[in-house]
C-alpha cells in the first residue's frame, strides 16, 4: 500500500473541507490513494494485469491515466475504486497527499508499463537453443543483474545512514533532541529507498515484501 499519513495537516485539512462522506474532495482522494496503490501492485504482479488492453492503454499517457475508471482487489484484500478525473486535478491531490508527489505517482506508471513489458516478454519465452535466443536470454540477465546491482547499492546507503543516525541517537540523552534525530533518520531513509525503480522503492510490512522469484523466468 502507499505511504501515507492520514493524520497529517493537508489530509485533516482536505477531509474537513468534505461536506459529507463520498463528495467529489474524498473521492479524488481515495482515486488518488487507491491509484497509487494499483500500479504499485502492477509493478509487483504484473502478470495480473498484462492481458487487460484498456488498463495497459491508459497506461501509456498521462492524461489517459488519470481519466481511468477502475475497480481492483489490493493485498490486503480490499475492494478499492479508481474514478477519473482531469490530469490538472491528479497532479493537484497527488501533490498534496502522497509522499513523493506527482512525480512519485509518474515514476510508479512508467515502472509499472515497464513491469508489464517485461512480463510480456518473458512470456514469449527465449529459444535457448537457438544464438538469437540465447543472446536474449542473457540480455535479460545482465538487465536483471544491473537493476538489483543498482538496487542493493542504495539499500547500502540506507543502511549506512541508518548505522550513523542510530550511533548519534544512542549517545544524546535529551530525549526531544533524541525524537528529532529518530524523524530525521526515518525521513532520509525514505528517501534513499525511493532513488529504487519501483517496486523496490518503498519500505512496508511484511506484507508487502516483493518475492525475488517473481523477476525470474522459471528456474534459469
Known amino acids: 500500500m502507499v505511504s501515507r499519513c492520514r493524520s497529517c495537516a493537508k489530509w485533516w485539512l482536505l477531509m474537513t473541507q468534505t461536506k459529507k462522506p463520498g463528495s467529489r474532495l474524498e473521492q479524488n482522494a481515495e482515486s488518488t490513494y487507491a491509484l497509487c496503490d494499483l500500479l504499485r501492485l502492477i509493478c509487483s504482479e504484473p502478470q495480473q494485469y498484462a492481458d487487460n488492453a484498456p488498463l495497459n492503454a491508459a497506461l501509456n499517457s498521462q492524461g489517459k491515466t488519470a481519466k481511468l475508471e477502475f475497480e481492483f482487489t489490493d493485498k490486503e484484500g480490499r475492494h478499492r475504486t479508481i474514478q477519473k478525473m482531469s490530469k490538472n486535478t491528479l497532479e493537484k491531490y497527488a501533490n498534496d497527499l502522497l509522499d513523493?508527489?506527482?512525480?512519485?505517482?509518474?515514476?510508479?506508471?512508467?515502472?509499472?508499463?515497464?513491469?508489464?513489458?517485461?512480463?510480456?516478454?518473458?512470456?514469449?519465452?527465449?529459444?535457448?537453443?537457438?544464438?538469437?535466443?540465447?543472446?536474449?536470454?542473457?540480455?535479460?540477465?545482465?538487465?536483471?543483474?544491473?537493476?538489483?546491482?543498482?538496487?542493493?547499492?542504495?539499500?547500502?546507503?540506507?543502511?549506512?545512514?541508518?548505522?550513523?543516525?542510530?550511533?548519534?541517537?544512542?549517545?544524546?540523552?535529551?530525549?526531544?533532541?533524541?525524537?528529532?534525530?529518530?524523524?530525521?533518520?526515518?525521513?532520509?531513509?525514505?528517501?534513499?529507498?525511493?532513488?529504487?525503480?519501483?517496486?523496490?522503492?518503498?519500505?512496508?510490512?511484511?506484507?508487502?515484501?516483493?518475492?525475488m522469484e517473481m523477476f525470474r523466468n522459471g528456474k534459469d
Do not use: C, W
Request: proline share 3%; charged share 30%.
Open 100 to 211: 513523493r508527489g506527482y512525480k512519485g505517482l509518474e515514476d510508479l506508471r512508467m515502472g509499472a508499463l515497464r513491469s508489464i513489458q517485461i512480463h510480456k516478454e518473458r512470456s514469449k519465452g527465449a529459444n535457448k537453443r537457438t544464438k538469437i535466443g540465447l543472446q536474449k536470454k542473457v540480455e535479460e540477465l545482465e538487465n536483471e543483474l544491473l537493476m538489483h546491482k543498482k538496487t542493493n547499492l542504495i539499500l547500502l546507503q540506507g543502511l549506512s545512514v541508518a548505522l550513523r543516525g542510530m550511533q548519534s541517537i544512542k549517545q544524546e540523552s535529551n530525549m526531544a533532541v533524541r525524537d528529532k534525530g529518530i524523524d530525521e533518520n526515518m525521513e532520509k531513509l525514505r528517501a534513499i529507498i525511493s532513488l529504487n525503480s519501483p517496486p523496490f522503492d518503498q519500505l512496508g510490512g511484511p506484507g508487502n515484501i516483493i518475492e
